[in-house]
């Protein structure tokens, strides 16, 4: 976590409450199971291409597995998650929260195999960066579509399709460290999600969980209201709220659990595992643009700095959003009216907005209690 972020940080509190043999992690292998109803893992770098996982839509190129993640997998978002990508790790200064336990979870150890689970990896940028830093650990990265045509893969780290609601029967036990980032939208049940997870983590082992949610906050992080109508005329606010909660409800209708308070929801997650603990839950309002002032010069640097890399990635997202919207029955001329009332917010800054995101981890333990 960066020092300048304090102002915009807070904790959630503390909760205490409370191995099947690994496949091999070679490169290239292609491993399918009878556990799964579709053929567990298919391996980019296996003699399939992957075109059969994709499809087109309005445009933009889409997962082929299901429709409950309904965002592009194509350049463009791929492009948007790696700012994303860079956006949280200027928040946390590092590639995960608790950054002590994370790598003395992953140093090594003689005669000891560690690995690492990206799940929902996408571009694949946290499952590369984690691969170059911990070049003794082998890294797997899945993902409804993950990207096929990185230039060069490190020989630690595969990435492979997969649909996380089917679960991972064939990875139970077999990693230390899993992260899962911004995912919970695709999810049909985040906390069976979560409780599949521990289930793949070795004893010792950390789960990194990473989410926002749609609503946009004002600067008392109250929601606001989003514009009602079908046009943005000057007076009227509240298009970008309008825009992220459409597209809420339609993820809602589609089977995805949209978050409305990540914090709680990831804490809760953790929770009810039942063998993850203490939680550690940290709160982070962003601001979507270089608006607000910090209590020093350099921390106004810093937010204001985060601030336009969020506004940058606000553009670029509701772009993404538009065929899901469109699928509910918009039609392209009141898209363009929505888009244009939200992206006049963004420039013009005339609406203060934050987004809220949520960056927890927790522990496995050694030995059950």
């Known amino acids: ?4 972020s304090s102002s915009i940080y807070s904790d959630i509190p503390e909760d205490s409450r409370s191995p099947s043999p690994a496949p091999s992690f070679a490169s290239g292998s292609s491993i399918q199971t009878e ?16 075109a059969e996982m994709l499809r087109e839509a309005d445009g ?13 997998a194509d350049e ?25 336990v994370i790598d003395r979870i992953l140093a090594p150890e003689w005669g000891v195999e560690k690995a690492i ?17 911990f070049p003794h650990c082998h890294v797997v990265g899945v993902d409804l579509a993950p990207r096929t045509n990185i230039p ?69 992080g109250v929601p606001l209201q989003p514009a009602y109508g079908d046009a943005p005329y000057p007076e009227t606010k509240g298009w970008m709220a309008r825009i992220l909660h459409e597209a809420g409800k339609n993820m809602s209708s589609r089977g995805g659990r949209v978050m409305t308070n990540s914090p709680y929801q990831v804490s809760r997650a ?8 203490p939680p550690v839950v940290r709160t982070m309002y962003i601001p979507l643009g270089p608006w607000p002032v910090g209590s020093t010069p350099e921390e106004t640097a810093w937010i ?9 990635n606000a553009f670029e997202f509701i772009r993404s959003l538009r065929p899901i919207l469109k699928s509910q029955g918009l039609s392209d001329d009141t898209l363009n009216l929505f888009m244009y009332g939200a992206e006049r917010e963004l420039h013009e800054l005339t609406v203060p907005m934050y987004t809220r995101w949520a960056y927890g981890y927790a522990v496995k333990p050694l030995q059950a209690s």
Not at 35 to 49: A, G, I, N, V
Not at 60 to 71: K, T
Not at 304 to 312: D, I
């Open 152 to 220: 060069s893969i490190p020989p630690n780290l595969r990435l492979e399709f997969d649909d996380a609601n089917l679960g991972f029967p064939h990875y139970h036990g077999c990693f230390d460290v899993i992260h899962a980032r911004s995912i919970s939208n695709g999810i049909n049940d985040y906390e069976e999600f979560v409780a599949e997870l521990e289930r793949c983590l070795r004893p010792g082992g950390a789960m990194i969980l990473i989410d926002g949610e749609p609503p946009i906050l004002d600067h008392n």
């Open 35 to 50: 556990h799964s109803r579709t053929p567990s893992l298919y391996s980019y770098t296996s003699s399939r291409d992957g």
């Open 60 to 72: 933009r190129i889409f997962n082929n597995q299901n429709d409950v993640y309904y965002l592009p």
């Open 304 to 312: 204001r700095q985060l601030g336009e890399m969020m506004r940058q």
């Open 1 to 4: 976590m960066s020092a300048h």
């Open 76 to 100: 463009v978002e791929f492009n948007r998650l790696g700012l994303q990508h860079r956006i949280h790790g200027f928040v946390l200064g590092d590639l995960y929260p608790g950054a002590e």
């Open 117 to 133: 689970l990206d799940v929902g990896t996408g571009p694949g940028h946290w499952a590369l960066a984690m691969a170059k830093k």
């Open 270 to 277: 953790f929770i009810q595992t039942g063998k993850l603990y």
